[in-house]
């Protein structure tokens, strides 16, 4: 499985875009950004899902075969204590691996378009 970081830099190559471009719509500078992704190769949870929002991504907790459905409330804290306390994205998708879920990229954009690498922003 390919990693969130070569995910986003592939996501970003399919539609041509640039660091400047995705910085401005993460709400960060170009370095900071290219930083995060070049040279931190374990970005906190946070950061993830900033730079995936401005991809009009959000991450969902998907419940694995016969683990108990997860609470939005639940999550909702969960998700913020991460961001709070700066945990990779690896670290919080292990722990949701071993509690019996999964983290899952849903999209905005039409599937189609996603799957072409057209960005309709």
């Not at 906190?44 to 009009?56: C, H, M, P, S």
């Not at 909702?76 to 990229?105: K, P």
Request: with cysteine; net charge negative.
């Amino acid at each position: 499985m390919q990693n969130i970081v070569e995910f986003i830099k592939e996501e970003m190559s399919n539609r041509g875009m640039t660091y400047d471009l995705l910085a401005e719509r993460v709400g960060t500078t170009r370095q900071n950004l290219w930083t995060k992704l070049n040279k931190n190769t374990r970005p906190n949870f946070e950061t993830v899902r900033k730079i995936l929002a401005a991809l009009d991504y959000d991450l969902v907790v998907e419940k694995k075969k016969g683990a108990a459905d997860p609470g939005e409330k639940e999550i909702a804290e969960f998700f913020a204590s991460t961001d709070e306390e700066q945990v990779s994205y690896e670290c919080v998708q292990a722990l949701f691996s071993t509690m019996g879920y999964s983290l899952e990229l849903k999209t905005h954009k039409i599937e189609e378009n996603v799957k072409q690498g057209i960005d309709n922003c």
